[in-house]
């Protein structure tokens, strides 16, 4: 079974330009999501899309980050302007649907250096 | 104060050893507790999963959870030197959004960076 995929793996960009970051979940997995891990923290959840909807996007900080899901399956996350502390690995996960059991598989993420 | 508290270490330990690593947490709501091993330049990988209190084996790994105390656990045991990796807590629970009751929003510990010398 093929995992989450992501692209591209690293990024380097200037402050103030843009960036975007795609995914493409495990088959059939309805609830995909997308999380920002900092060197050193555990990874925090921006948003969340259960199919082609938005269920949670209350951390995704909106004035910079968007993200969208259109045909319920690949998503894109982007970021315009991009600032310093924006540097981190952004990773995509998903999960069969949004219920505790199931389990929230992870994607290798896409490394963003912002300089 | 966090709603996940884990030791970021750095823990070292020689091969064969028995490792034990540790996350405190706050928020009662937690029903789901999970480890998960993320080496470098990957993403995290799901080790152990377990749901409210108890224990669970797996191979060389055993999850423990205690919500009383809100403390869980992951112990390793006969380590090796291929389960150098940074070992992230994470846990969820019911909470309610626009798509109605959902559980996918993990909270995770900050990491434990884990090295088994030879």
């Known amino acids: 079974e093929a995992g989450v995929a992501q692209s591209p793996r690293y990024k380097i960009i200037e402050k103030r330009q843009s960036v975007a970051f795609w995914c493409n979940p495990i088959?059939?997995?309805?609830?995909l999501y997308w999380y920002q891990q900092i060197l050193g923290q555990g990874p925090k959840l921006l948003i969340q899309?259960?199919?082609?909807?938005?269920?949670?996007d209350s951390q995704l900080p909106k004035d910079r980050f968007s993200a969208e899901r259109l045909k319920g399956v690949d998503s894109t996350l982007k970021i315009q302007p991009a600032k310093l502390e924006d540097s981190a690995v952004y990773l995509c996960?998903?999960?069969?649907?949004?219920?505790?059991?199931?389990?929230?598989?992870f994607g290798e993420g896409s490394w963003l250096t912002v300089v | 104060q966090k709603e996940v508290e884990q030791d970021p270490g750095p823990l070292s330990v020689p091969e064969g050893a028995i490792v034990s690593l540790n996350c405190t947490y706050s928020?009662?709501?937690?029903?789901?507790f999970m480890w998960y091993r993320q080496y470098s330049r990957k993403g995290p990988e799901l080790l152990m999963y377990?749901?409210?209190?108890g224990n669970k084996e797996d191979g060389r790994f055993t999850a423990q959870v205690d919500k009383s105390s809100k403390y869980i656990s992951l112990f390793i045991r006969d380590s090796q030197p291929s389960d150098s990796a940074t070992y992230l807590c994470?846990?969820?629970?019911?909470?309610?959004?626009?798509?109605?009751?959902?559980?996918?929003?993990?909270?995770f510990g900050q990491g434990t960076i884990l090295t088994v010398h030879p």
């Open positions: 996960a998903s999960s069969l649907g949004l219920s505790g059991g199931n389990t929230i598989y």
């Open positions: 088959s059939g997995h309805a609830t």
């Open positions: 899309f259960q199919n082609n909807g938005v269920v949670d």
């Open positions: 928020n009662s709501a937690f029903q789901y």
């Open positions: 377990t749901y409210s209190s």
């Open positions: 994470a846990m969820s629970g019911a909470y309610a959004n626009a798509g109605g009751t959902s559980y996918g929003k993990l909270t």
